[in-house]
């Protein structure tokens, strides 16, 4: 016993583990004990077990498994874990129980199974059971069998699933074991209880004996439909229905509903495996079938009808198939063959059924013209061809088709065709066979019924017959109101004969197919009995409304398959049932009509009628009226009273008191009488005539009006209108046009006839009366509000101001619903059900508009040769039949659906190898779907879907093209086409992670607007599965996004019963996101409730009415342009059938929510805030503190806010759809000034809803959502109010994450954001959020941090730093090490940052680095070379206000490097700046800051003479510390900057450094990184890198000009030969720049100006002079000068050259020669306006013009002591008019204030005085500015010149002419004196050219000009050459005449002489640039002795410096033969002057 007590103290779970059997028995019965008494079924004991229940059931001995079985199902029953242990228990109860030999062990094991199943785990054991059937073990099997068996008998096929059974039960009648065989046969009759005779199929191939037995069993098995006894655990509702019946004793509606719900579930066809006949198919097949000889022809036939004899067939691409059989059956010549196509026509479409249906469009027509044929048998192939074929797609597919047919000659085609259209109608519905598709087919069969032909007229008897039984007399009556009785008694004589597809019992094959649970009678029933019906139809949520919606054509009304046969409505012309004939009325004779009128009426009144005292008449119509109001409706004869009053004098009575009574008994027996249309064409004419008077107008419109009521609008309308427009009078013809706008408002629109009523209104459109035209346009406008935009189509040929005003109207009209019909509704109902039928054709007057388009049809244009154009293996010519499909499209505008051989031909594009034709070809597409409307429903199946495949395409733009084109279709076919079939879930099962995200996206998108979808949807959700879990995140993303969407169609239940095929991990994974789902499932739209019927207005798209959250909800599906109101049908059951299906209710759009939205949006609630936080606080709720927002999160914060939010925007708030967060911000935006009150009370839950939207992943919503933001901060700004504790911490980290956006514009408005923030949260308490968010794993977010907290440092001192600046530094300092270039950037720059507010006490802070960060630290801050100032350290705890200046500059700052030049430069820029303040040698630089950095220089320097000090030791320092190894050789220095060529990996920071060293103190660092950048740009593939860095690079070269203006040419020690290198270097590499365009354009303004500014005053500088190469130096600036004025972005250059010359004018201290050279730089740009005219921002130069007339006015300009000024800028602004005429006043759109300035004045008198003399004016601007100093008239000029002239002639005065003719010629460089030469010999005329040469030279001697700089004469040279050269004048002299070559030559020698090289090997050197030559060439004659003296020089140096050269020519190979052939190209100047440098460079290595 001692063992037994061990035992017995364990816990019950170990003991059941135990490896004693008593231990365990014991533990099984404890368990059994605990698990009956435990009650909560979540209780945590449960999970104790869960391991062990497997354990239980497997037992080993036998007697404890008995107890184990029954406490394992005691644990099943009750825990709610249990459903995890399924697949293990069920297995071990198959293999270890059913082997058992004890019955009882067999029973519980099957209990336990039950039980699973009974906890929704069916399908898991179900595949337990089937894995049990494969067992050796008959026991086994057998046992498997029998639950199998009882699970189906207990819970019914619809949660057994029957499919895998009836796989194997073939299998298991071959069994050799008898029990087996036996037990199979159970299974098969318990089976066939279920389905009946769908079980034949598959068992077809069994042993005979058997199948007979079989058979015999299931005779015996009873016909009453099986119902489920037995209920899930999700089914407790029908469990107690169930028992309540078996307590009742009756299955009334159980019984239907079961049957309902399973019928439609299982059909023979889904049972059988799918067999792919494509590849069976003979090799030589489509050989054969084209073959002369029949016999052949027919042996291929025949092969195709044994494969199609397979009764399911895979789905594959039959199109060539079905092509070849169609091709027999209409073109071949034996008629066995065309029955035996037709035959394999019919096999094939049963076999594939819906699949089949893309090609039913291309087969009927056929079929239907063979129908000619009269050989029975060929006819009866042909019947079942194409009834095969019908069943395969839907009457509104092929409607066009059969149409077309109906009017052929030949009477067998009608007849058959008329047959075709009865059998077709009998697998209709009232819902599949809509009015739309009656009224064609009506009208087509009322033809045939007239026939001459017998055989003929029955088939359309028997066809209308059928309508009528189908849609009932409600629906079809109008359209027969012509038809004589004896033929409309043998229409209803035929439709009771007809039996209906779904009359039949359960069980036909048709009825299978269908699957429609209506019995034939109910289609039948009048409008009561309907109605109860649809009540039925409301309480069960179940199948009725699934099935009624699986087939159906059109999609219909949920849940009322009757109404629209049942309800009477007076949306029909005809009245409900007996008054139906009363609307036609014989016409009476007057005398019967007096006989009739004498009866009802006094004597004395019929007498007065035509009396001639107006009294008297008066008298009479009171009797008259009186006698009316009387009268008894049934005794009342109308047609006579109204003949009556029409005696005369009728309607010509000319008194209007008589006249108005007259009309009012007129509006009195039509609303009290039975009033006939005939006694309304008595009164009509008369009532038209006075609509338009003044006096009796209303009286007549009140009787038009009641006559409408009693008539039908409709037929009164289009009475009405025909007789106003056949009269002359436009009063009439307006106010008849009033009336009927009226009138629509009051009926409503259903019936009207919008053909007619459009070409009424086109007539009245061109009427000339304006008032008839404005009534026309206002009934555009309401008859817009039925109709929607389609209406605009038929008005398109209007003219365009009528087009607009059109177009005015409906804009009034958007957005405005259709008002709920107010009359012609009670009379004529019975019951509630009233306006449905009226409804129904509301909804179809869009489909009608549409269809009343003239369509052209375009087949025939459709040629064989265009579509194998479009075939073509030459792309070009596939883009050539493109192109041509696109034009006949555009041409045709509306087309018909006829388009021939288009589809294939477009199908095989969509897959073309060239994306540009793929692209095209969608285009097409989309123009197709457009053009053909509707009608392109046919083509879904085999255009459509492949166009889905093209969302699969890797390339962006393709895809998006294909989603545009799938929406454009789908806009046009709805979305049932596209969900039927399985070609949607074909596109989604492939793992293209493209198609799936985008196809997934687009399914999201429409499922939630659609209010059903077919059946075929399921398909899909396996791949849904797959797709939650592919390896592409987005894929994963968009399959989460459209997850509640097809729940919400499918239902929970469903959707869960497919993860039953998962692995179980997966299962588990999807089930959770299931659940998760099904919490945010969106409700179905609802069925619209009456009061909103029209919401939708008729066929308007719902996007126009945003009368409600609902109308919204539809808004958002633009794919519906005709939102269905079958859909919306039934009245109440809206409320109803959503409570059933336990969905949140969307609120009804109804009037007075539209009131509702007028209110606050957020309720202010005293004290609401406060208590909040306290809860918060006190924990009582979760504080909001997440990585992502939880659900929890969510539902709180909706809890909070449903009291202080509107319910309407708390709804859009918490939408699923992101489309309702952007309308909900939209709102909130624009309520935000006018609530502040309310938006500060509800501030801190604004917020928390906001950070919600920072984690949706959709870009709008975020951009929205961040622009709300910067207007909320500002008005809290404005408010002066403070962001509470709460209120930052659950907003500001949220706010941070988004810094770190990948896109650039989210980033900068976080940023901004941030920013304003400052403003309303202490910037020390915003720190430690920042700093926060450095520790992001995202490298963005922390280097956006960390330019943030530099930005808060420098404006707000070291206080902000929290908790102290030491900790906050340390903590900044770690991020120099950060494996992100970015990051270490900030962090250094944010340091920098600190250090200039704080000094050297920052390395005390940051405490220790690492050596790598410490050293990038100091160089950082050693270029940074700013000195520390104390900033304004202000009191973080006050609130911040920064100045507006401040702020605007850390904005600056904060632009980071995207937008800015790098900071490091910056620095150096402000450095320079305040160097060049200080220098007050230039002090016109004051001037010249640009704006945004002159804040900063007060700040940064106080004291004037700190950086002169410092500067040289400045240089000193960094020549010693840094730039040491320049002068260590070659490698080294190398190794310093790292060569271009082997750069590391980050270019931009490469760049950066070496323009860094640009402008270093130490020459030869400088000269170094100048020659590295020059190498970039000469490499074309690399200059690119430079991009960018622009700007930097010439802030650098202005700095270093600076720095040798000031510095090095004020050192005595340094060797000039040093900086005139230096300069060249930085000339030649600037000229490289300038010579790439695209970089040079990037130069900016301020940077520009300060470049010209460096280089004037270069050119100005006497001391360069005097240097030895000093004139080359300033010649090179010349050209330099030159190439930035032509090359720069012309804006640009000229904008700087204005603010230059501005800021020159004002420095009293800069030198007039300054002013002069920038305004010579003007003329030049003047003179290459009318080239660059087009490239300049003119509104920016006019600006700029601007503020210089601001400065400078007329007066203060003249004051000037030059003229030039003001030339200067008149000639620009007189060039400017000349080139742009009147047009350049509309460039002044920037001047904010036009009169402060007289620019406008100015311009508008040049423009005047241009006008004038126009000539003149273009005389003068032609000749260029220097002319304008010309003031002489040309005469005057001629008269000088011939003066000049005359004295060279004569032999005293020669040598003065020639001096005068000089001076003259360098006065005014562009004289011409061409003509004075011409006449003159040719040796006058060489004598003329040598003396002006000898003058030159001589004057060359003196030296040069003598003016302060001795420059101006180049200038005038260069920057304004003279007109015959674009290029520098200086090269040739003032003729243009060319220099040899020579003269180059030997100035050169002397200048290579003085560098140092040597001159040996002349000829491979190129000649230098004649740049460097002096600005006028002396003549050789008279340089030659010059020449000769400096050769000899040349040849003693020449040795000296051999090494030299040897030396150069090894380090640098650079140098190019290149001789100059015209010295005055200026590319040959540049290439030249670019070799000097080179040369000079390499002396220096």
Known sequence: MGDDSEWMKLPIDQKCEHKLWKARLNGYEEALKLFQKIDDEKSPEWSKYLGLIKKFVTDSNAVAQLKGLEAALAYVENAHVAGKTTGEVASGVVNKVFNQPKARAKELGEDICLMYIEIEKGEAVQEELLKGLDNKNPKIIVACIETLRKALSEFGSKIISLKPIIKVLPKLFESREKAVRDEAKLLAVEIYRWIRDALRPPLQNINSVQLKELEEEWIKVSSAAPKQTRFLRSQQELKAKFEQQQGLGGDADGGDDDEEEVVPQVDAYELLEAVEILSKLPKDFYEKIEAKKWQERKEALEAVELLVKNPKLESGDYADLVKALKKVVGKDTNVMLVALAAKCLAGLATGLRKKFGQYAGHVVPTILEKFKEKKPQVVQALQEAIDAIFLTTTLQNISEDILAVMDNKNPTIKQQTSLFI???????????????????????????????????????????????????????????????KLKLDRIKECAEKVELVYGKKPGGPAEKKEGKPITGKTAALPGPAGDKETKDAATRPGPLKKTSAMKAGVPPKKGKPATSAGTGGAGTKGKKGPETKEIFESELSIEVCEEKAAAVLPASCIQQLDSGNWKERLACMEEFQKAVELMERSEMPCQALVRMLAKKPGWKETNFQVMQMKLHIVALIAQKGNFSKTSAQVVLDGLVDKVGDVKCGTNAKEAMTAIAEACQLPWTAEQVVAMAFSQKNPKNQSETLNWLSNAIKEFGFSGLNVKAFISNVKTALAATNPAVRTSAITLLGVMYLYVGPSLRMFFEDEKPALLSQIDAEFEKMQGQTAPAPTRGISRHNVGGGGDDGEEEEQEEVGNDVVDLLPRTDIGDKITAELVSKIGDKNWKIRKEGLDEVTSIINEAKFIQPNIGELPAALKGRLNDSNKILVQQTLSILQQLATAMGPNIKQYVKNLGIPVITVLGDSKNNVRAAALATVNAWAEQTGMKEWLEGEDLSEELKKENPFLRQELLGWLAEKLPALRSVPSDLLLCVPHLYSCLEDRNGDVRKKAQDALPFFMMHLGFEKMAKATGKLKPTSKDQVLAMLEKAKANMPAKPAPLAKTSSRVVGGAAPAKFQPASAFADDLGSNTMEPKPDLKKAKAGGLSSKTKGVQGKKVISKPNLKEDDDKSGPIFIIVPNGKEQ??????????????????????????????????????????????????????????????????????????????????????????????????????????????????????????????????????????????????CLIYPASKMFPFIMEGTKSKNSKQRAECLEELGCLVESYGMNVCQPTPGKALKEMATHIGDRDNAVRNAALNTIVTVYNVHGDQVFKLIGNLSEKDMSMLEERIKRSAKRPTSAPVRQAEEKPQRTQNVSANASMMRKGQAEDMSSKLKIMYRTYRIQNRNMGSHSETAHSVPREFQLDLDEIENDNGTVRCEMPALVQHKLDDIFEPVLIPEPKIRAVSPHFDDMHSNTASTINFVISQVASGDINTSIQALTQIDEVLKQEDKAEAMSGHIDQFLIATFMQLRLIYNTHMADEKLDKDEIVRLYSCIIGSMITLFQIESLAREASTGVLKDLMHGLITLMLDSRVEDLEEGEQVIRSVNLLVVKVLEKSDQTNILSALLVLLQDSLLATASSPKFAELVMKCLWRMVRLLPETINSINLDRILLDIHIFMKVFPKEKLKQCKSEFPIRTLKTLLHTLCKLKGPKILDHLTMIDNKNESELEAHLCRVMKHAMDQTGKADKDTEKGASRIEEKASKAKVNDILAEIFKKIGSKENTKEGLAELYEYKKKYSDADIEPFLKNSSQFFQSYVERGLRLIETEREGKGRIATSTGISTQMEGTCVPASTHTVSSSIGNTNGEEVGPSVYLERLKILRQRCGLDNAKQEDRPPLTSLLSKPTLPTVASSTDMLHSKLSQLRESREQYQHLDLDSNQTHSSGIGTTLASPSSAAANIDDLKKRLERIKSSRK
Not at 439 to 465: M, Q, T, W, Y
Not at 1282 to 1300: D, M, Q
């Open 1172 to 1317: 909040r936080m306290k809860e918060e606080k006190a924990l009582k709720v979760l504080k909001w503190n997440f990585t992502t927002p939880r659900d929890e999160y969510i539902e709180q914060l909706k809890t909070q806010m449903s009291t202080c939010v509107a319910k309407w925007l708390q709804d859009e708030m918490f939408h699923a759809d992101f489309q309702h967060h952007n309308k909900a911000l939209t709102v909130m935006i624009e309520h935000l000034e006018s609530e502040k009150d309310g938006v500060i009370s509800c501030l801190d839950l604004i917020l928390k809803w906001l950070t919600l939207r920072f984690f949706d992943t959709n870009t709008s919503v975020l951009m929205k959502t961040l622009e709300y933001l910067k207007l909320l901060f500002n008005l809290l700004n404005q408010e002066e109010y403070h962001l509470t504790e709460n209120e930052a911490s659950s907003f500001i980290p949220y706010l941070i994450l988004k810094v770190g956006e990948p896109k650039d514009v989210i980033r900068k408005d976080v940023r901004a954001i941030l920013n304003r923030m």
């Open 422 to 484: 009865a059998r077709s109608f009998r697998h209709c519905t009232p819902s599949t066979l809509p009015k739309s598709l009656l009224k064609p087919f009506c009208a087509a069969l009322l033809k045939h019924i007239n026939d001459s032909a017998p055989e003929v007229r029955d088939a359309g008897f028997e066809a209308l017959g059928t309508a009528l039984k189908v849609a009932g007399e409600k629906a079809v009556n109008p359209f027969l109101a012509d038809v004589d």
